[in-house]
T-cell receptor, first 112, second 112 residues
């Protein structure tokens, strides 16, 4: 089975800190995605990547950046964490377009 | 941007009953997918139905797609307490390269 691993389940960071959320998949998937999930707003796409060193903005990229130096790893970076970035962050991967995603377990980030 | 809208937002049934959730969307799609999320966890892919398909089955799940009405439904037959979760539809829009747009989900509660 494909596994998508997010490095932390729970994270507490201070306002203004630079935060790295790591995501690793083990099945050579081309596509990787970062979503955030908030009550009443559902899942919103932050950034995605179809290949190494390639990235595309999603619907809410402001305040975030990403890095994909290796195919299996897709990192989400909060340049200067703010309290409105407190959320559940979900990473996903897929082998092709038009196929299902495999999600990680999520990272619940609290910014204080 | 939110594409899929699920209905109802919450559903409470008894074990053994069938659960039906509906999803409406706005634009042309390549496929529509349903996911399940247990509380505080990542999403799990349940089923994918392509735009040229009308119905699909997987175990106790039955999904229909009506592209003329831009709607889909997920039926869970003979529900169990373990089916308690949130269910999301997600659309893979034309010319969007395989990124999924998720609805806000239906919260299903199955009482023993």
């Amino acid at each position: 089975d494909v596994k998508v691993t997010q490095s932390s389940r729970y994270l507490v960071k201070r306002t203004g800190e630079k935060v790295f959320l790591e995501c690793v998949q083990d099945m050579d998937h081309e596509n990787m995605f970062w979503y955030r999930q908030d009550p009443g707003l559902g899942l919103r796409l932050i950034y995605f990547s179809y290949d190494v060193k390639m990235k595309e903005k999603g619907d809410i990229p402001e305040g975030y950046s990403v890095s994909r130096e290796k195919k299996e790893r897709f990192s989400l970076i909060l340049e200067s964490a703010s309290t409105n970035q407190t959320s559940m962050y979900l990473c996903a991967s897929s082998i092709l377009s038009q196929t299902g995603y495999t999600f990680g377990s999520g990272t619940r980030l609290t910014v204080v | 941007s939110q594409q899929g809208e699920e209905d109802p937002q919450a559903l409470s049934i008894q074990e053994g009953e069938n659960a039906t959730m509906n999803c409406s969307y706005k634009t042309s799609i390549n496929n529509l997918q349903w996911y399940r999320q247990n509380s505080g966890r990542g999403l799990v892919h349940l089923i994918l139905i392509r735009s040229n398909e009308r119905e699909k089955h997987s175990g106790r799940l039955r999904v229909t797609l009506d592209t003329s009405k831009k709607s889909s439904s997920l039926l869970i037959t003979a529900s169990r307490a373990a089916d308690t979760a949130s269910y999301f539809c997600a659309t893979d829009e034309w010319n969007q390269g395989g990124k999924l747009i998720f609805g806000q989900g239906t919260e299903l509660s199955v009482k023993p």
